[in-house]
C-alpha cells in the first residue's frame, strides 16, 4: 500500500455503480430489492467488468441494520462481503460506503446540540470500526468512503452546500471516521479512504473551503451530474453544446487548483446523465466528461439506478434483469474515454 495516492488513483479506469440496491430503504436482507431492483449476482457484475468497467462503487445503507447498540446485522454484513467479493475477488477495485444514512448520524441535530454531536460522532466511528474490521484483509482494491452526500435533508441549503456550522459537522464526522478505520490497524492502516464535502458538492466555493483529514491516503469524493441543465435537468434540452463544454472545462479546472495541483486525489464518485432521448449527445458528452478527468487522473464512477425511461432520474444503463445493455454504445463511450 505505498503508491503514490495520485498515482493510484489514476491507475483505476472507470467505475460503475450499484444504485438503488444495498442503499435501499428497509431491513432486512430484503432491502436489496426493496426499490426494484433484482439481486445482485457475481454474473452481472461481470457483465459489468466485461464490457470494461473496472471499478465497482457498491453504495450501502447501514443505519436501518444496526441494533441499538449500534451493532450490524451479521446477515447483512455478510451479503454487502458476498457483493464486495463479486468485484473484488475478480480482479475489479471496489468502493464500499456509508450512502442513505443522513438520519443515522443526522447532521441538522448535530449543529443544534453538541450531545447529538456526541453520539453520532460515536455511532459512525462504531460503525467504520465494524465495517473495516470486516474487511480488514482485502487489498489496497477496496476502498472506503466515509460518508455519501452528507447533508441536512429538506433544509433551505440541502443542494446549496449547507451552511458553515452544517459544513464542520462533515469535516468532523470525516475525521472521526477516518481515525476509527485506521485504528484498527492492518491493512486499514494504509487503505485508501475517499472523503467528502457537504452533499459531496462539486460547488468549488465549498471545495475551497474543505477541511481534510490530516492523512496521506485521502481522496476527495465529488458528485457532479455535470453541466446540470443537460444532465439532470429534464425539462431543458437534450443537445450537448459548446457552453456545456465550457462548464465541465471550468468543474475540471476548479478540481485541479483545489486539489490535483495540491496532490489530493480525486474520484467522481457519481456523475451520469439522465435520458432525455439524446443516445447522440449522451455519447459526446460521456466522451468530452471522461477524458477531461482522465487527463487530470481523475476517476470516474456512472451513477447507475437501472431505470430506463425518459426524463428526471433515468440512469439506467444496464438491465439487471435481462442482463444486457439498455444503451450499449453509451458504455462503450464511457469505456473508451477512459482508455
Known sequence: MGKNSLEFVSKMKIGWNLGNTLDASGCGLSAETGWGNPKTTEEMILDIRDMGFDTLRVPVSWGQHCDAEG????????????????????????????????AYYDIGGCVESEETLRKSVEKMK???????EHFDDYGERLLFETLNEPRTEGSPKEWMGGTPEERAVV???????????????????GRYI??????????????REMELPE????????????PYNFAMNDKAPGTFTDSDKRELDGLFQSLDELFIQKGVPVILGEFGATNKNNPEDRCAWA??????????????????????????????LYDRYNRTWFFPELAEAYVKAAE
Open 71 to 102: 451493532t450490524v446485522d451479521a446477515e447483512w454484513m455478510a451479503r454487502v462481503q458476498e457483493v464486495v467479493d463479486y468485484a473484488y475477488e475478480n480482479g475489479m477495485y471496489v468502493i464500499l460506503n456509508s450512502h442513505h444514512d443522513n
Open 126 to 132: 462504531a460503525l467504520w470500526t465494524q465495517i473495516a
Open 171 to 189: 469535516y468532523e464526522l470525516n475525521r472521526e471516521i477516518v481515525g476509527a478505520i485506521r485504528a484498527t490497524g492492518g491493512k486499514n492502516a
Open 194 to 207: 475517499l472523503v467528502p464535502s457537504y452533499a459531496a458538492t462539486s460547488d468549488p466555493g465549498v471545495l
Open 215 to 226: 492523512d496521506d491516503r485521502i481522496i476527495m469524493s465529488v458528485h457532479a451530474y455535470a
Open 287 to 316: 466522451d468530452y466528461y471522461v477524458r477531461s478527468a482522465k487527463r487530470l487522473g481523475i476517476a470516474c464512477v456512472v451513477w447507475d439506478n437501472n431505470r430506463r425511461g425518459v426524463g428526471a432520474e433515468n440512469f439506467g
